[in-house]
């Protein structure tokens, strides 16, 4: 065991150094379980139904705008086993199981992102930490509690205590330290490849995405991009249950409509909710990390999102060796707006972990079995494969 954290290379977590935290109790609170480069965050027994969404104030911590009727409309406990419908367009705020007790001397950075199976849905989190004026961002010397603001935006969701929404990515030192340069991301092996599996070069000190609207076969379509139904009210969409039972997935042609392929160019209507592919395909050694963002927040009247992070190893060991597409979230706004095929939709920054991953033969089994590497243009896992 590393005898001091500060001990740790500068880059991102690995799960052996995140368990190391956990262990040290910088993390605490936890179920000693990570992930890759990243560690799940779980909600508590209590939860806030909120008049609008509001991120906490440096300095200060976040029980001042839970106790403050401004901003909250009530305040309950969860029952052992019960569970909550969070309505769409409704903002909650969740205290979280984990909290932090980060010595400003380690160093320690971080990033929060929505789980990419939540991020399908059109569920929008952000973390909150005490003394923190930022969504999404752990400074050093953050100590104390970790909250969860969650806004279903188009179908209604159960959650219950412990449901896991958001995950943590670490950093030892500055992020900027560990991002890759252009002149060493070209010096790797390839790690994004376009289409023809021809390496993909960096220019800047990150890379673009584009948008893929070539056709893929979803049942029995030919189909480029998912949206979802807004034709009716759907049934809430169960966060709680085991996603291993095949029985429990939902059909997803009641909560989504295929779109199929007339040319290279899609119309996003205002208030809908897309799911779309990158042109371009990740296989990610263990030692490199990847964290996407959108061109901006708005491209023209809608918003891009990619929920998750991407983490080492992604894409590496499908078993067709061509490497795995990213998945977009998309949203339009106001008026309707077309995207183009080849469009820049994302970038990219690349950062060295602070070790190398170690990956099991149990863990590359997992990621065929579970996780999203074999994915083409694919919704939530939450959803059955089309008939």
Same mark, same amino acid.
């Given at each position: 065991?590393?005898?001091?954290?500060?001990?740790?290379? %500068?880059?991102?977590?690995?799960?052996?150094?995140?368990?190391?935290?956990?262990?040290?109790?910088?993390?605490?609170?936890?179920?000693?379980?990570?992930?890759?480069?990243?560690? $799940?965050?779980?909600?508590?027994?209590?939860?806030? @139904?909120?008049?609008?969404?509001? #991120?906490? =104030?440096?300095?200060?911590?976040?029980?001042?705008?839970?106790n403050s009727s401004?901003?909250? /409309?009530?305040?309950r406990d969860f029952?052992?086993?019960?569970?909550?419908?969070?309505?769409?367009?409704?903002?909650?705020?969740?205290?979280?199981? /984990?909290?932090?007790?980060? $010595?400003?001397? *380690?160093?320690?950075?971080?990033?929060?992102?929505?789980?990419?199976? +939540?991020?399908?849905?059109?569920?929008?989190?952000?973390?909150?930490?005490?003394?923190?004026?930022?969504?999404?961002?752990?400074?050093?010397?953050?100590?104390?509690?970790?909250?969860?603001?969650?806004?279903?935006?188009?179908?209604?969701?159960?959650?219950?205590?412990?449901?896991?929404?958001?995950?943590? &990515?670490?950093? !030892?030192?500055?992020?900027? +330290?560990?991002?890759?340069?252009?002149?060493?991301?070209?010096?790797?092996?390839?790690?994004?490849?376009?289409?023809d599996g021809e390496?993909?070069?960096?220019?800047?000190?990150?890379?673009?995405?584009?948008?893929?609207?070539?056709? @893929?076969?979803?049942?029995?379509?030919?189909? *480029?991009?998912?949206?979802?139904?807004?034709?009716?009210?759907?049934?809430?969409?169960?966060?709680?249950?085991?996603?291993? /039972? %095949?029985?429990?997935?939902? $059909?997803?042609? @009641?909560?989504?409509?295929? +779109? =199929?392929?007339?040319?290279?160019?899609?119309?996003?209507?205002?208030?809908?909710?897309?799911?779309?592919?990158?042109?371009?395909?990740?296989?990610?050694? =263990?030692?490199?990390?990847?964290?996407?963002?959108?061109?901006?927040?708005?491209?023209? =009247?809608?918003?891009?999102?990619?929920?998750?992070?991407?983490?080492?190893?992604?894409? #590496?060991?499908?078993?067709?060796?061509?490497?795995? %597409?990213?998945?977009? /979230?998309? &949203?339009? !706004?106001?008026?309707?707006?077309?995207?183009? !095929?080849?469009?820049? @939709?994302?970038?990219?920054?690349?950062?060295?972990?602070?070790?190398?991953?170690?990956?099991?033969?149990?863990?590359?089994?997992?990621?065929?079995?579970?996780?999203?590497?074999?994915?083409?243009?694919?919704?939530?896992?939450?959803?059955?494969?089309?008939?």
């Amino acid at each position: 065991m590393v005898d001091s954290i500060s001990e740790i290379r %500068p880059g991102v977590l690995s799960r052996e150094q995140i368990l190391l935290l956990m262990n040290e109790n910088i993390i605490q609170n936890t179920t000693d379980s990570a992930g890759f480069s990243s560690f $799940d965050l779980r909600i508590g027994n209590k939860y806030h @139904v909120m008049k609008g969404g509001i #991120k906490g =104030e440096k300095n200060l911590p976040y029980s001042g705008v839970l106790n403050s009727s401004d901003f909250v /409309e009530s305040s309950r406990d969860f029952t052992e086993g019960q569970d909550l419908t969070l309505i769409p367009k409704k903002t909650y705020v969740f205290p979280l199981k /984990e909290y932090l007790k980060i $010595d400003k001397k *380690y160093e320690i950075f971080g990033f929060a992102s929505g789980k990419s199976t +939540i991020g399908r849905l059109d569920v929008l989190t952000r973390l909150i930490a005490d003394g923190s004026g930022t969504y999404d961002e752990i400074q050093p010397s953050c100590s104390g509690g970790l909250y969860l603001e969650v806004t279903p935006i188009t179908f209604p969701v159960i959650v219950k205590e412990g449901t896991k929404l958001a995950q943590l &990515r670490l950093f !030892h030192g500055t992020p900027s +330290i560990s991002q890759f340069t252009s002149e060493e991301f070209n010096l790797y092996p390839p790690m994004l490849l376009k289409k023809d599996g021809e390496k993909v070069k960096m220019e800047a000190d990150f890379c673009y995405l584009h948008l893929n609207l070539d056709p @893929v076969c979803i049942g029995d379509k030919e189909i *480029y991009a998912f949206v979802a139904r807004s034709d009716d009210e759907k049934p809430p969409i169960d966060l709680t249950i085991d996603l291993r /039972e %095949p029985k429990n997935l939902l $059909d997803p042609s @009641v909560y989504w409509e295929r +779109i =199929e392929k007339k040319d290279r160019c899609i119309m996003i209507e205002p208030e809908r909710f897309y799911i779309l592919r990158s042109l371009e395909r990740f296989k990610l050694p =263990e030692d490199v990390a990847v964290y996407g963002h959108p061109v901006s927040e708005t491209l023209g =009247e809608i918003r891009i999102h990619y929920a998750g992070f991407v983490h080492p190893s992604f894409g #590496k060991y499908r078993e067709d060796q061509t490497g795995t %597409p990213l998945i977009f /979230e998309v &949203r339009g !706004h106001n008026v309707n707006t077309f995207l183009r !095929h080849g469009e820049a @939709v994302a970038k990219l920054n690349f950062y060295k972990m602070s070790q190398k991953l170690k990956i099991t033969e149990e863990d590359k089994k997992k990621e065929r079995d579970e996780g999203y590497d074999k994915q083409e243009l694919k919704l939530s896992n939450y959803f059955s494969d089309w008939k």
